[in-house]
């Protein structure tokens, strides 16, 4: 599956922001929850492992989700994540992480897309899968990214989050409860190469066309819409674009107007 090979990919062109880190740089605090760099290469490379353990032995990924759900009660996911690899941090946190990445991607890039595996909410395909690596990789490296004071240079990779995107708009809403007001609102995109992506058709819906790693952004949820220069027209699409959710879980909020930007001097 090329979504393997884009997945480390995406994790390569992350570690290679950190390489350059000192020790002490891995504790600086991102504008994402408050989590260290440390705290969020943790948190790729505890549910790295966990989707290398649902592949290879679904015993193990049982004991691992029982485990989660036991240590994040009453606590945080991260104080979880740390203990679960024994406070691995900066350099060596950075290694382990990106080894995992690269087996993990050589595991899944054999894979049948079709093929079901266990997750923590219902099953997901082998493809399903690896695009949701790919999506957490790229979407917590933004935090990354941002404390580092660097403007990420996306390639058209992001095109897997972009239709993650479009094919989670039934889910923004009924993970909400709430039923979706119209049809899937026309995107169109701009990629990084300058070719144009389309979804979907015209409608009263509306319309939201801009750049797409501003449209990715938005549907990770790490940036509110009004902080972008995408061009929303049509209360359906206004309305989706304000909740958008691509990632599984409990309804989440997007970020504060003004609240996930670029540092103006990184670390």
Not at 147 to 155: C, F
């Given at each position: ?32 929850k ?24 679904e ?12 240590g ?46 266990k997750w ?10 690896i ?28 095109g ?99 609240t ?8």
């Amino acid at each position: 599956m090329q979504q393997a090979n884009d997945f480390f990919d995406e994790s390569k062109a992350l570690c290679a922001q950190l390489t350059p880190l000192s020790e002490v740089d891995f504790d600086a605090q991102t504008l994402f929850k408050g989590w260290t760099v440390n705290n969020i290469i943790r948190h790729l490379h505890v549910w790295n492992i966990a989707v290398d353990l649902s592949l290879r032995d679904e015993a193990a990924f049982g004991a691992f989700i029982a485990a989660m759900m036991a240590g994040v009660r009453g606590g945080k996911l991260p104080e979880f994540e740390a203990r679960y690899l024994d406070g691995l941090s900066g350099h060596a946190l950075r290694n382990a992480w990106i080894e995992r990445a690269e087996a993990t991607a050589v595991a899944f890039s054999a894979l049948d897309p079709k093929l079901r595996l266990k997750w923590v909410g219902p099953d997901m395909s082998a493809l399903s899968s690896i695009t949701a690596r790919l999506m957490e990789t790229w979407a917590h490296g933004q935090a990354v990214y941002d404390v580092l004071g660097v403007d990420r240079q996306d390639t058209d990779r992001i095109g897997n989050i972009a239709r993650l995107g479009v094919n989670t708009w039934g889910f923004t809403w009924k993970n909400r409860c709430i039923e979706p007001p119209g049809q899937m609102p026309k995107l169109r995109l701009s990629a990084p190469s300058g070719a144009v992506w389309e979804y979907g058709e015209l409608s009263e819906s509306g319309m939201i066309s801009g750049n797409a790693t501003e449209f990715c952004q938005v549907v990770t949820q790490c940036r509110n819409i009004a902080d972008t220069a995408l061009e929303v027209t049509g209360e359906v699409a206004h309305q989706w674009m304000r909740i958008a959710q691509c990632f599984a879980g409990p309804p989440q909020d997007p970020p504060a107007k003004g609240t996930r930007h670029r540092a103006d001097r990184g670390v």
